[in-house]
Nanobody
Framework: QVQLVESGGGLVQPGGSLRLSCAAS??????????MAWYRQTPGKQRELVAS???????NYVDSVKGRFTISRDIHKNTVSLQMNSLKPEDTAIYYC???????????WGQGTQVTVSS
């Protein structure tokens, strides 16, 4: 049973930083072959891809977070992190960790962690 557990959300003032972490269990060494991503969602809107990291540590970011967010993963610990700097109120959302295993066409999701940027 694959499980993704997120941590690190919270309340931060504009301009502040947060680091989200996601630990994957039950996936073993296959983790290194998966694409890991962070999505976010606000009420009434579709879930949005924020950042992803694929094989060879190829990263991708939505334009609105480029230069502010950094995604990274540790294939030995089966974790993925999202360092978020210079946070803005519009970054407020529930952030979800995603594991995409392309070979099996399977997606796994974490339970989500709330990030609130407010003064």
């Amino acid at each position: 049973q694959v499980q993704l557990v997120e941590s690190g959300g919270g309340l931060v003032q504009p301009g502040g930083s947060l680091r989200l972490s996601c630990a994957a269990s039950g996936i073993g060494t296959i983790f290194s072959m998966c694409t890991m991503a962070w999505y976010r969602q606000t009420p009434g809107k579709q879930r949005e891809l924020v950042a992803s990291v694929a094989g060879g540590d190829r990263t991708n970011y939505v334009d609105s977070v480029k230069g502010r967010f950094t995604i990274s993963r540790d294939i030995h610990k089966n974790t993925v992190s999202l360092q978020m700097n210079s946070l803005k109120p519009e970054d407020t959302a529930i952030y979800y960790c995603n594991l995409h295993w392309a070979v099996a066409s399977i997606d796994y999701w974490g339970q989500g962690t709330q990030v609130t940027v407010s003064s």
